[in-house]
């Protein structure tokens, strides 16, 4: 296992992907193994306005809730020794990726289009999959972010099926080269 007693700075360590990669699984543990705090951003946009996702949705469209998801992101990102699990439309706005830049060690876990449906398909809190063909809309999803979270991105992880632990390691040897 790798140990990183100490990273070169406080900055946040920022989770990227599309819905269903394991940023909330994997920060969970990675913000454990590293004694960070964790914030799923999803459940802090939740928290601050009493609603689920859908709900947010449904009242206000994308647009509502796009809106909501800068202000939460601009309210935690400064905050040190941190790990932060993003939602996966966080990277479409230039502000959030300039905030994820300035702020943070930026991580992409990449994960292939059958395994991220392996994972969605039963859930029902993704909105945007809420239509006639979901799949066909994971896939649009992906086609146009692939290209944002790989720019936006410091390291890109590819989890595929692996474990969330074994995704953690991977990232702490990563990380571990910014300590060199």
Known sequence: MTDISTLPSEKPIILIGMMGAGKTTVGRFLAKALAREFIDLDH???ERCGVNIPTIFDIEGE??????EHSTLQAVIQ???LVLATGGGA??????RQLLDQHGIVIYLKVDISELWRRVSRDKNRPLLQTAQPRKALKKLMDQRSHLYESAAHYTIESKTHSAHHVVEQIKQQLAQETV
């Open 63 to 68: 647009e509502g809730f796009r809106k909501r």
């Open 79 to 81: 905050q040190p020794n």
């Open 44 to 46: 802090a946009i939740v």
């Open 91 to 96: 990277i479409l706005a230039q502000p959030n």
